[in-house]
């Protein structure tokens, strides 16, 4: 069946980077498009990234813009979110996510999403 791993979340201060992965198996990552999802506590979850299943369409939200890089490496399977200048607010459960037939384009919507892994906590603070 479909799996999604996440690794990588961590305690850091402001201002240093870290790199989730989403480990996949189960199904081709040509087939699904990817996204990350994340959610503080007390909030809702906010989309914001995803790669499109062939891998020309990345999208990011307007919160993380110049800031998170996402990226996928299909021998190992896998999806990567740079994250860079994290800030207190960025403290949140990461998750990915797959959905099927976004083959060149990709959207942050998370009801898009039918896949999940379950999350890699990241906490910024000083």
């Known amino acids: 069946q479909l799996q999604l791993v996440e690794s990588g979340g961590g305690l850091v201060q402001p201002g240093e980077s870290l790199r989730l992965s989403c480990v996949t198996s189960?199904?081709?990552?040509?087939?699904?498009?990817i996204g990350w999802i994340r959610q503080a506590p007390g909030t809702g979850q906010e989309g914001i990234s995803c790669?499109?299943?062939?891998?020309?369409?990345?999208t990011y939200a307007d919160s993380v813009k110049g800031r998170f890089t996402v990226s996928r490496d299909k021998s190992k399977k896998t999806i990567y979110l740079q994250i860079n200048s994290l800030q207190p607010e960025d403290t949140a459960n990461y998750s990915c996510?797959?959905?099927?037939?976004?083959?060149?384009?990709?959207?942050?919507?998370?009801?898009?999403?039918?896949?999940w892994g379950r999350g890699t906590q990241v906490t910024v603070s000083s």
């Open positions: 996510a797959a959905t099927s037939g976004r083959i060149s384009h990709c959207v942050l919507s998370p009801g898009d999403y039918g896949w």
């Open positions: 189960g199904f081709s990552l040509d087939r699904y498009a």
């Open positions: 790669i499109s299943a062939d891998g020309s369409s990345t």
